[in-house]
């Protein structure tokens, strides 16, 4: 059993940066894909990012592309997502999600585990 806890949220205002930290404990996920993802007020769950279990692919949202980084650290079982020029629009509980594929999974119903959310605000 993995648990994965998130960390890093909080409220800023637009165009500041923040790094959202997720921590794996019960085993290791270095062999497995790795991922974020959103939910805004009154929408479903989307993806944001996502990162090969080698780190050598990434993939995000068009939304976010450019302005978020998805980071791995297999030493410590985290991966970690920065995100620079926030903006309102990106305000969301933000989730890490793993699951043990070699491929790089983006659908919600791809990830076997998730995080319990953390929040974001962005205030303009």
Known sequence: QVTLVESGGGPVQAGASLRLSCKASGRTISTWAKAWFRQRPGKEREFVAAIRW???????????????????????????LFMSDLQPDDTAVYYCAATETMYLPIGVSEYNYWGQGTQVTVSS
């Open 54 to 80: 080698d780190g050598s692919r990434s993939q995000y949202a068009d939304s976010v592309e450019g302005r978020f980084t998805v980071f791995r650290d297999d030493d410590k079982n985290t991966v970690d």
